[in-house]
C-alpha cells in the first residue's frame, strides 16, 4: 500500500447501530488511525466509501453524487446486513437498493450489526486484497447476495464471494 486510506462514512436509513460500530473503530480502542485510516468529512478526500444502512429513493441520489465526488480509483464497502442486501428494509415501499444495484460494492462486511473487529479485519482483508500481492477481479454486479447465506460476522470481499455457511 502506497499511501493512508481515508475513509467517508456515508450513513443510509437504518437503526444507527451499524453507525455507532463504524464510529467505534475510531475510538481508541479499536483505533483504526493504527492503519493509517482516517475519517474523512468529505466524499472528494476519500479513497474509500463506507456505506451501511439501506438506501431508500431520496438517499440513493444523495449516494449516486457522494460516490461521483470521490476521486477515482475509490473503494466501496457494505457494512451491515442492511448495507449488504437491504436487510429488514428490504422489503419496504422506499426501498431503494441495495447498494451494488446503485454503485460498484468492492466488499462486504454483513452483521446486524458486525463488531468494529469485523470491520476492521473487513477493511483489512481489502487493503491486502487491493494493495497486496492477491489481486481480486473487478466486482461482479450480476451477483445476488442472498441475505439467508449470510453469516453473521463472516469477512467476505469479492475476491471470493462466498457466502454459504
Ligand atoms: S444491519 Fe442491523 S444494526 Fe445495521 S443498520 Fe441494519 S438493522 Fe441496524
Redesign the pocket.
Known amino acids: 500500500m502506497k499511501k493512508s486510506l481515508w475513509l467517508f462514512h456515508f450513513g443510509g436509513a ?5 453507525d455507532i460500530e463504524i464510529l467505534a473503530c475510531l475510538n481508541p480502542r479499536f483505533d483504526v488511525e493504527r492503519f493509517g485510516m482516517l475519517l474523512v468529512g468529505s466524499p472528494r478526500h476519500a479513497d474509500v466509501i463506507l456505506v ?3 438506501i431508500n429513493k431520496k438517499g440513493k441520489e444523495r449516494l449516486v453524487e457522494v460516490y461521483h465526488q470521490a476521486a477515482k480509483p475509490c473503494l466501496v464497502v457494505a457494512i ?4 449488504c442486501t437491504g ?3 428490504a422489503e419496504g415501499d422506499t426501498f431503494a437498493g441495495p447498494v451494488d444495484n446503485i454503485i460498484p460494492v468492492d466488499a462486504y462486511i454483513p ?3 458486525p463488531k468494529p473487529e469485523a470491520i476492521l479485519a473487513g477493511l483489512a482483508k481489502l487493503v491486502e486484497a487491493k494493495f497486496g500481492k492477491k489481486k481480486i477481479p473487478s466486482p461482479d454486479h450480476t451477483k445476488k447476495i442472498d441475505e439467508n447465506e449470510i453469516v453473521e460476522n463472516e469477512i467476505v470481499t469479492n475476491e471470493k464471494v462466498t457466502l454459504k455457511k
Open positions: 437504518s437503526c444507527n447501530n451499524c451501511n444502512g439501506s451491515g446486513a442492511c448495507g436487510g429488514i428494509f452483521g446486524c450489526p
